[in-house]
């Protein structure tokens, strides 16, 4: 599966909106992987997101082996170290934590990717990755040290973002954190799409339709839910794609009500 970064700008040019479903190989029991998938592909979702803060070795490889037998969505690495690069992946975000200034995060880990990404089939799309606040400390913070940027201070999330693209950044990912106990504002997210042009990523604390539909509203490209589907996998239900025989009817409903 290529050009995974080619489909997501053409989406964003035919203003269709992405779901990522991410999973987390440190909390994702293997054996659930077919059950859960099912749910995932009758969904709206559109990719696979893989990866956590931390992971034991070999576990996001099993993982994405499993996830690829029962599903045709590309699966992306969403990587929180060297060690969760398969080549099994079809994807790799190659995060740069550009809110922060620890560099390991800025380009340490990258360096180290690189003799596992010689070689590699994997699409790799470098990514500036913004953890900003979402009401609770995060995985992220304590594995990097790095503080999340204040939801308040939105120029400073805008000029952060700014700089990322200027760096050659090509997508940028607005993270409120994992379990965040509120997604990321409508104006940080509609600020930082009228600055960058770039898609924009936004995951963190999605845990309804409607917070989701506010979050496309504002401007995200592709959300990124986790946590919700975790907790509640009746989560799916709302998000439920219409069968084929819905979407015709839905169509001619539509055409039966244009007027010439």
Known sequence: MNNIYQNILKSV???????????????????RTDSFLLKVNASLA??????????????TDILV?????????PVVLFPGDVTQITNKADALLFLSLI???????????????????KGSNLE??????LLIEGGKVTAVERVTGEKPLSRTNVQDIVD?????????????????GSGAKAPLTQRIISEVKKAVQLPIIVGGG?????????????????????????QDELFFEDLKAPSSAEQLLKEDNNDGAVIH
């Open 160 to 176: 952060t973002a700014c700089a990322g693209h200027l760096l050659g950044m090509k997508l940028i990912y607005l993270e409120a």
């Open 65 to 73: 082996s499993e996830i690829k037998k029962h599903s045709n969505l």
């Open 13 to 31: 040019l035919e203003k269709k909106k992405l779901l990522a479903v991410l999973i987390d190989p440190d909390k994702f029991p293997v054996e």
């Open 46 to 59: 559109t990719h696979i997101f893989v990866g956590g803060s931390t992971v034991d070795d070999f576990v």
């Open 124 to 129: 790799v799309v470098p990514t500036g990755y």
């Open 206 to 230: 999605i845990r309804s339709k409607a917070q989701l539909d506010a979050v496309y509203e504002a401007g995200a490209d592709l959300a990124v839910i986790g946590t919700a589907f975790e």
């Open 99 to 117: 809110s922060g200034r620890n560099p390991e995060y800025l380009i340490g880990k990258h360096v180290q990717a690189v003799s596992k990404l």
